[in-house]
């Protein structure tokens, strides 16, 4: 669930250590702009995803309001 939240100090600097030693310090901005870039097209796509949604929901309704009103 949240482990990541038990990481310490330490362990975490470790981390970044690996990171750095792996990828090299000029890689790095590299990695986290594509990770940037990266977590901003999934937020696009989610936005996208609940706009559609709530028209499809506004669609209906206004389609069963109107069904209604003939109805009476």
């Known amino acids: 669930m949240l482990l990541f939240l038990d990481i310490g100090t330490s362990e ?3 981390i970044i250590l ?3 030693i792996f990828f090299g310090s000029k890689k790095i901005p590299e ?3 594509g990770l940037g870039k ?3 097209e ?4 989610t936005s996208e995803i609940q706009q559609e949604i709530t028209k499809s929901a506004n669609d209906i309704k206004k389609e069963t ?4 009103h ?3």
């Open 70 to 72: 003939l109805k009476d």
């Open 18 to 20: 690996f990171i750095i």
């Open 42 to 45: 999934f937020k696009d796509a």
């Open 12 to 14: 975490l600097f470790v």
């Open 38 to 40: 990266g977590i901003r």
């Open 65 to 68: 309001d109107i069904t209604k």
């Open 31 to 33: 990695l986290a702009r």
